[in-house]
């Protein structure tokens, strides 16, 4: 029994020390340990051993499994700690290697001119007005003084879309039937100038911001861009207030050494009025490809507006005067970038973009 014993206790620690993983250590468990064990054995067949040795023999075989128990314990603390060395080993960490970054995005250069136009006006005291995109041609036309077959119409071309069977809104007075019924797409924000007008009495100080859509394309048209309108309508305005207005918006936007200066135009809803050129920044106004080598460059059309329009929204003509401009957002943005084709502003692609 004792030799027994001893072999047993000899094998198991020969079986421990070859054991590689966890599943082999626990193999070896089970061959000695287990519930039909080697060792078990032995202490089930205490029962056949005389009485008087039984005491001897039964520590000998309780402190052989003891002692296997420890050494399993062992051989699982080793095997752990060889998977943690080999882990350790696998992910070793090159902290000299780059890290990898995220690219950082901004905001769109048509986005940053629309907050800061917004925002230069806010400062002047205009408050913001705001109108549908798809439109009656009662605002967008009639009642800026394009009746129906006047040739201004031409300088924009419209989107029509389907007539409505249901009127615009009230307020106003009745115009003719076929500009009544008529939808388009907007061609300008100026009739949000007839919505805000309709809306309240004089005085009047607002810009409206906006998408506005005409059918043409090519390198500096695109069928949908930005405008900003701004209007202001009180007692005692002349062309000194538009101009100082302008000029002050100018210089905000592009810097205090900008110039600008107004050119004779047409507009039906104006009267006189003006486009708006300023000296190009870019080439300090000496004359370059972008401004055509002329050192200026048009950017709103403006004009004081005209007394039938205010008649047109039941304002009093003989009490009241106003002005009012057009800037396109989209041709600030490039101007300000030096950027030459107006539709890579809405290809989004991002190396464009993020040259800017
Ligand atoms: N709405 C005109 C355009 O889009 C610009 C404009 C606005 C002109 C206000 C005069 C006054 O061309």
Redesign the pocket.
């Known amino acids: 029994m004792i030799e027994k014993i001893d072999a047993e206790l000899a094998r198991a620690t020969q079986a421990l020390s070859g054991a590689r993983s966890e599943r082999e250590v626990e193999a070896v468990r089970v061959e000695f340990l287990g519930k039909s064990g080697s060792l078990s054995g032995l202490r089930k067949g205490m029962g056949a051993v005389p009485a008087a040795d039984r005491p001897k023999i039964g520590k000998l075989v309780t402190d052989a499994i003891a002692r296997v128990e420890g050494l399993i314990d062992e051989a699982k603390k080793a095997v752990a700690r060889r998977e943690l060395e080999k882990d350790l080993h696998r992910e070793k960490l090159d902290v000299s290697l780059p890290g990898r970054t995220h690219k950082r995005g901004h905001r769109h250069p048509v986005s940053q001119a629309f907050d800061d136009i917004v925002e230069i006006f806010a400062r002047l005291g205009f408050h913001l007005a705001d109108g549908p995109e798809i439109e009656w041609d009662l605002y967008n036309f009639e009642k800026l003084g394009f009746p129906p077959d006047h040739p201004a119409r031409d ?2 071309d419209t989107f029509f879309i389907e007539k409505a069977s249901q009127p615009p809104p009230p307020p106003g007075s009745p115009p003719t039937k076929g500009a009544m019924e008529q939808l388009l797409l907007r ?4 009739p949000v ?1 007839i919505r805000t007008m309709i809306g309240q009495p004089p005085p009047v100080r607002i810009i409206a911001p906006g998408k ?1 859509y005409r059918s043409d394309s090519d390198i500096t048209h695109t069928p949908m861009f930005h ?1 900003v ?1 701004c209007l202001h309508v009180e007692k005692g305005l002349s062309m000194a207030h538009l101009r100082g207005t302008l000029d002050a918006f100018a210089k905000a936007f592009f810097g205090p050494t900008v110039q600008t200066r107004l050119r004779p135009s047409y ?1 039906p ?2 009267e006189p ?1 003006a486009e708006v050129d300023v000296s190009h920044t870019l080439c300090d106004g000496r004359g370059c490809k972008i401004c055509k080598y002329s050192g200026w460059l048009e950017i ?4 004081m507006v005209n007394p039938d329009v205010l008649a047109n929204v039941g304002y009093d003509p003989e009490q009241i005067t106003g002005y ?3 800037v396109g957002i989209d041709r600030l943005a490039m101007l300000r970038h030096g950027i030459d084709d107006l539709r890579a502003l809405f290809e989004n692609d991002t190396r464009f973009l993020e040259q800017l």
């Open positions: 300088m924009q061609t300008h924000t100026s100038q506005v405008q309108e507009f809803f104006t009025s709103l059309g403006s004009g009012a401009f057009g």
